[in-house]
């Protein structure tokens, strides 16, 4: 007789495989960003992006380089007209940063969220020079 395995351990396999199908295959829906115009006319269109994902099109559009120092994840969404500036300054809203612009590239700094207060190392007081007069005492 031929060693049959149980039912149980069946359903739990075929739900395995059922579930791995059903992640694989199911992929969060990704919203449209549509940027159009050049750095002075910019038109820019989101719903639902993140943050980050949508001064990434920046940079494949154009010469905008963007570097974060904190994660940009929130998201964005609605209708945005300006020029790179005035567009920045909507999405960065909250945010501190710096726009440096060069002749050949726009650099978008992003330091930290508005308010965030930076925090200092402390530096340890200098050690008292040794003078003749503290030598003997």
Request: overall charge positive; aromatic content about 4%; proline content about 5%.
């Given at each position: 007789?031929?060693?049959?395995?149980?039912?149980?351990?069946?359903?739990?396999?075929?739900?395995?495989?059922?579930?791995?199908?059903?992640?694989?295959?199911?992929?969060?829906?990704?919203?449209?960003?549509?940027?159009?115009?050049?750095?002075?006319?910019?038109?820019?269109?989101?719903?639902?992006?993140?943050?980050?994902?949508?001064?990434?099109?920046?940079d494949k559009l154009f010469?905008?380089?963007?570097?974060?120092?904190?994660?940009?994840?929130?998201?964005?969404?609605?209708?945005?007209?300006?020029?790179?500036?005035?567009?920045?300054?909507r999405l960065l809203d909250?945010?501190?940063?710096?726009?440096?612009?060069?002749?050949?590239?726009?650099?978008?700094?992003?330091?930290?969220?508005?308010?965030?207060?930076?925090?200092?190392?402390?530096?340890?007081?200098?050690?008292?020079?040794?003078?003749?007069?503290?030598?003997?005492?």
């Open positions: 007789m031929a060693d049959r395995p149980s039912a149980p351990r069946d359903r739990h396999a075929a739900l395995a495989v059922a579930m791995s199908l059903a992640c694989g295959l199911i992929a969060p829906a990704k919203a449209d960003i549509r940027v159009d115009g050049d750095l002075q006319a910019l038109q820019l269109q989101t719903s639902g992006d993140s943050l980050a994902d949508v001064l990434a099109r920046f010469a905008v380089k963007v570097r974060s120092a904190v994660p940009l994840m929130s998201e964005v969404s609605g209708s945005y007209s300006g020029t790179l500036s005035r567009v920045v300054a909250g945010y501190n940063y710096v726009i440096k612009m060069d002749r050949d590239v726009t650099e978008i700094l992003v330091f930290g969220r508005g308010g965030e207060v930076a925090i200092v190392p402390k530096v340890k007081p200098a050690a008292a020079a040794k003078t003749v007069t503290a030598r003997w005492r």
